[in-house]
């Protein structure tokens, strides 16, 4: 049973343009919501993360909007670079905590210059 | 800063051969994980580790076993291999339950099973 669904699969955006990525979840104990960038041949690494006492976060250009009665949760790239090219991971965990983490799918973003 | 760091990084193995994948982390957490990726299916825990001689399972456990003999390094072990196995494994750190402290990942080994 997936517990975090990831959407889409794939994504190509232009420069400059925007690019969104959602997620939702199942478990209702799920309190801790990051986001995870790879770049080819790397380990993920942290992006950004969230809590489901506000409904928005934002560091730079990357922002997580949160939905806690749709149990969903998006990023949004604002200006999005060539340099963003990436799998973009969401996750999810309990407690508060940041282990256990559950991952989604994974979604492949190419932006083309 | 190594941060993490995962040895091989790449290994080609045959049916049935077995293997220790290690992982060290130079920044005193407590807790680690190993995790295995597949094309399309994300990032899936296979045990983790909340401190020194400690270990769990985490999603997807068969065929590997686990140690934690020393608070930097992880092992994961695979007996007897099979072409299932075949997929890149990530290690991670963490310092536990602290919120907002992030799993910090090494660059992964790329393993084959022929």
């Known amino acids: 049973q997936q517990q975090v669904k990831q959407s889409p699969q794939s994504l190509i955006v232009q420069k400059g343009g925007i690019s969104i990525i959602n997620c939702a979840y199942e478990?209702?104990?799920?309190?801790?919501f990051p986001w995870y960038q790879q770049f080819p041949g790397k380990g993920p690494a942290l992006l950004i993360a969230?809590?489901?006492?506000?409904s928005e976060k934002k560091e730079g250009r990357f922002t997580i909007s949160f939905n806690k009665s749709a149990k969903q949760f998006s990023l949004h790239i604002m200006d999005s670079q060539p340099g963003d090219s990436a799998t973009y991971f969401c996750a999810a965990s309990p407690g508060g905590s940041n282990y256990k983490l559950t991952f989604g799918k994974g979604t492949l973003l190419t932006v083309n210059p | 800063n190594a941060g993490v760091t995962q040895t091989p990084k790449f290994r080609v193995l045959k049916t049935g051969q077995s293997m220790t994948l290690l992982c060290a982390q130079d920044m005193n957490h407590e807790y680690m994980y190993w995790y295995r990726q597949d094309p399309g299916m994300g990032l899936r825990l296979i045990h983790y580790?909340?401190?020194?001689?400690?270990?769990a399972k985490g999603e997807v456990p068969d065929g590997y076993n686990v140690s934690r003999l020393k608070k930097q390094n992880f092992l994961l072990g695979l007996e007897s291999a099979a072409p299932s196995q075949t997929s890149v494994y990530f290690c991670a750190s963490s310092y536990g339950t602290v919120l907002g402290q992030p799993q910090h990942f090494g660059d992964g080994t790329r393993l084959s099973i022929l």
């Open positions: 478990n209702t104990a799920f309190d801790y």
């Open positions: 580790s909340v401190g020194e001689g400690t270990t």
């Open positions: 969230i809590r489901p006492d506000v």
